[in-house]
Every structure is written in structure tokens, then in C-alpha cells.
């Protein structure tokens, strides 16, 4: 009797496959595909682990066994499961229409939903793992948010080539070569299938087992349920009215920024200007790429000091010690820099709106500035380009124009490129030389950028190891480099007492500081993603000088035009002139990509508020340089109001504010109505 009941389980179990097989045929190849489809990745991906130069995060191939990510299968077996589990769910679902031409329809709409899913799944998988070995992150929404609000479609379109199509077709072939098979063929696969899932799944339980380094989510999950996970953690945050737009009215001043005490001290600040002098000034612009200011002067890894020229230039210079990035994202950035504005405070980046309208330097500067930009890098991708064209900047030099030796370091799906920048900086040089006096030249770095291209010995200052920070350091020395080239190439052509020399990053870089996933910038704002130097030399204007107090990237803007004597509406800045004997103002304010806002009062409280997370933060950077520390907001009140108020404020100020200078520009193109004789 025993005997005859466990032959018959036995018997059911065996024939399963085959009624799987039968009952649901496309279920099955969906099944299959979906599982190599998650093999293939997780093979990829740690091989790319352990022979790429360049890992997300750091990662360390000699602190795991090359077998290690059989503990992480469990994420994909769960995905694979809840996949086949959906599919074949639907396909058994009775469909309750007689129409012969509906149901074909239906059919017909199911099987494009496979294909579909399918890409998807495939396109998430690709995604995700370019993105973590090419910008040290996984797919999640804020990227996928950051392309479609501040990437132009057709630079996208360019990101792809025709191997990834070829690549896009490899699921659906699978998926029809599966299902067309013939059932005996079915039954095997299916059976083939079940023994891999079982033999992975032990695997998978046993390492577990086994203790390992701690690992960011985006290498142990499964990339759809990483980008799911993240989704649903972004859809219980949303940003109310009251945090992204305040009613202007409420406010009640006619400024970019907020009136009030709370904003600004009650004490008037007087403004020590230089003497004018009687020639109008060159500019040179020289925006380093990813500079943090932790690294620039450090040596105590033992390694010789990254940028030499730089430290002994800060001597004869104004050098802003504690100096913050507006942002801690290129575009956002480089807007601030060149407008003394705040971007917006949130994703949407204004400097790439096709009607950004409001001044930039060039706009400020007299007429008969000649003004060019160079950068070796693909401009469209971090550059606030629509801005700088509609404020009259037209000529730029950047990857795509440039006729250069191209730097290429190839990845798991992509590659990085750009020109390189010893030749880049050489075009530069020619390009001041060819100017016509007065002029601004702005230059944008690209060397100290992910990947780090290898230079050669002769800018090396740590010899190349497994770790990013080394490429790094090696390439802030050839940044160094590259400065001393301009500098001395002002000074060989009798432009430098007549050139003010401004050298700025455009925000800090990170390399796993507070979390194991905080590389490059945009992960997260502390210091080391927010903090980068700033230079201004012109000993005529710029006495030597060690700035100790908070500034930002919009304080460039209104402090270059005091120094030249050129008038400008303080309250159409966000900035303040550093020629004020005190700032008036009370805090800085910074976005960080990653959904936090900042606020830094000048006795360095740094107050943060995520919207991602609902809370908020203190640090106190005088007792707590290192941020190990945070604060509980409630004695901080009145500093987190003031920073809520002041991000939605702003926001839409900017926008009124542009829709003026938008209608200046119309009326100042319209023509003057022609007269008629007799009339």
C-alpha cells in the first residue's frame, strides 16, 4: 500500500515536466529565456569583477573566491520563479470571449507583452551593468529620470550602435527557437532547466554560509529587482507643492532669493573694492572635472603631493578653502559657476532648457569680448549647453568638432572616451594666443573624470595598483600639468598681468567614503562629494588671500565682476561678492542629485533634508569635520524652514525670472514699426 502510493508520487513528479511542457508553451521558453538570460549576467559580471581595470566601487578580487556570487543567485532564482510563475499564471487564464477574432487578438497582444518583457528585462540587465563598471551606480530611477529630463534624445540615440541591436534580438530568438522545438525536445529542456535550478539554489543556500566583505545592492541584486526595489522606494517619497514651488506672493521681494531675516543679517556689509585700473581684463576660466579638495594637496598616503603648481599658485592668489559646489552634478554646477545662479532644486536641471534665458558672465562682460570654450569630452552629456549658447557663447570646441587623438577605455557593454587632454590643452594655448584682447576663455578638464586614462610615467605619482583613488591622484598631477601649460603660456605671451586666472572644480569626488556605494559625486553630499577648491589669480585685483568662510559656486560670478568694476543687480544673484568685508547672507545652499537638499550657515551647521527619506540631518563640521556624527534636527528648526522655503522659492523664481529676460530678448528682436510716408 506504501509502496504503491510513493511509486505513484514518484510517477506524477517524473510526468510533471511534460505537462508543464504541454500546458504551457510559452510560459516554458519565456521560463528559459528568463533564467539564461540571468545566468549569462551574473557570469558576466563577475568576470568583468575580476578582470576589468576599472569595478564599481572598488571592488577587491582578493578578498573573494572567484565562486563567491553563487551566494547572490538566490535574487535571480527569484526573479526567474516569479517570472515563469506570472506567465503561466496568465496563459492558463480562461478568456471569456467567443469572438474568434478577439481572442485572436488577445493572443496576438500577449505574445508582443512577451516580447516586450522580454527586452525590457534584457535592457535593464545591459543597463545596470554599464552603468556600474562606467558611472559607479546601478540602473534606478533617478537615472533613468536624469536621461529623459537632461540628456538630449539624440545624444541617447548615439549612445547606441548596431551591436546592440543584434543584442536586442538574442531573447527573442532564444524565446521562438524554445517555443517552436519539438515537445519531446520541450520535455528535456524543461528537465535540463529544474536540475540547473536546483543545483544553483544549493549552491546558493551553502554560500551563503560562507562570510565575505559587505557588497553594495547594486552588484548582490538581481538588476530588475534592484531598479523594482528602488522604484517602489521612490514612489512612497513625493515631493508636496510646498517643498519643490512656494507661492512667490507669500514672499513678498521682487529678488531671485527670499527677503527677510532669515535670510540675511540685518547689519548692512561695506565693499572694499580694488583700484581700477585702465585696461579691460582677460578672463581665463579653467573648470576641473570631479577636483575635490581633500585631494588636491594630500600627501599623507606617502605619495608626493598631487598638484605642486597649484599650492604654490594658491600663495599668490585668493584661495577659497572651505568652497562648495552648487551641486554635486556637472550641469547644475557649471550653471551656477557661470550665471551666479542656483540651478533648480530638483532633478530637472534648468541650464539645458532650450529657453534658458537668464545672463552669464558673457552677458555681463563689455562689448568686444572675444569668448571660446574647450573641453576633450562630449559636451551634450554634463554641460549646460542651451544656456551658454543663448547667452551669445557660440564657440565651442568639445569631442565631437575636435580633430584630436582620441582617449578610449573600453567596459563590459560601452566605453568611455574623450580627447586627450595634453593635445586638448596645446589647442587651447594656440586658441589665447590666436585671441583678439579683451577675452574669456573657458576650459573644461575631463582628465580627473572617471576613467582615469593612464597618461604614462611621466605623470604618474603612485605606480597603477587595482585601485581608482590611484588613477586618480596620478591624474590630478597631470591636471597640474596642464594648469602650469596655461599659466605659462599667459605669462611667455604677455597676457598674464593682464588675464585674471580663475581655477575651480566643479564639485568634490568620493571614493567609498561613509558607504561602500559612495564613488565619484553623485551618490550622496557629504564634504568629499561637495567640497572643491577654488583659485582666483590676479595679484593686482586678488591680494593673497586664504578665504576661511562658506562659499559657493554662485559667489564667483558677482566677486569677478566687482573686481572688474562692472555693474550688475546684486538681487537678480543668488551669490555674494567676496569683497564685502562680512557676507550679509546666512547660509549656502546645495542640491544633491540623489534627492537632498543642504544648508551651510557660516558657523559650518550643515543642515540636509532628504525627500527621498522624509528626515532630515545635522552635522557640525567644526566639531565633526569627518560627518561620523549626526545631529537630531530639533534645535535646528529655524535653519531647515529657512532651507524648505528657500529651494521652493527659488525654483520658481527662476523660472519667473527667465520668462523677463525671455521677453527683453523679444521685444529687444522685434523691429521698430516702419513709417509711411503721408501717415
Known sequence: MFGSRVEKRLSSFFILPQRIASSGRSSLAFFVCALAMVLIYRIHLTWALFTRSIRPFDFDPSLHPIWFMVKYLSYDLVLVFSCFFLSWVLSHVSIPVKNRQIRIFITISGFILYHLFLISLFLIHGGHTRLLFEAQTGLSYFVILELFLNVPFIELIKF????????????????????????????????????????????????????????????????????????????????????????????????????????????????????????????????MESVGSQYIFDTERGHPMPMPFLHGLTKESWHFKKHHTSSNITTKAVFSLLSGLYDFFHQETFGIRPDASVPSLHNYLPKGYESFLVTPSPIQWYFPTAFVKNSGLTEMHHFENLNLKAREEQHSFGRYIGRDEVQTIDFFNRRIRQAKEPFLGIYLSFTAHLPYFDYGPDYRIIQPDERMISRYYNNLNLLDNMLKRVYENLKKEGLLERTIFVIVGDHGQAFGQHHSDNYMHHRYSYNENLETPVIIHQPALFKPRTVEVPTSHVDLLPTLLDAMRIPYSPELLDGESLFHHRLSRKYIFVYGYEGTISSLDNRFIKVQYSFKKKRCWVFDLKADPEEKRPLDCSSYRGQLDALRRFTGFHDASLVRYNESMKEKKKISRTPPPRLVKGK
Do not use: C
Not at 163 to 185: E, Q, R
Open 160 to 287: 547606441v550602435d548596431w551591436k546592440d541591436g543584434l543584442f536586442l534580438l538574442m531573447p527573442i530568438g532564444l524565446f521562438w527557437g524554445i517555443l517552436l522545438l519539438p515537445p519531446v525536445i520541450k520535455v528535456r529542456i524543461l528537465k535540463v532547466s529544474i536540475g540547473v535550478l536546483v543545483i544553483l539554489s544549493t549552491f546558493s543556500i551553502i554560500g551563503s554560509g560562507f562570510k565575505s566583505p559587505p557588497l553594495p545592492a547594486e552588484i548582490r541584486l538581481n538588476p530588475a529587482l534592484f531598479f523594482l526595489s528602488d522604484l517602489v522606494e521612490q514612489g512612497v517619497f513625493k515631493i508636496s507643492p510646498e517643498d519643490r514651488y512656494v507661492k512667490i506672493a507669500r514672499e513678498g521681494s521682487p529678488g531671485i532669493q527670499p527677503g527677510g531675516l532669515d535670510y540675511r543679517n540685518q547689519a548692512k556689509s561695506l565693499k572694499f573694492l580694488p583700484p581700477p585700473k585702465d585696461h579691460p581684463w582677460n578672463i581665463v576660466f579653467f573648470i
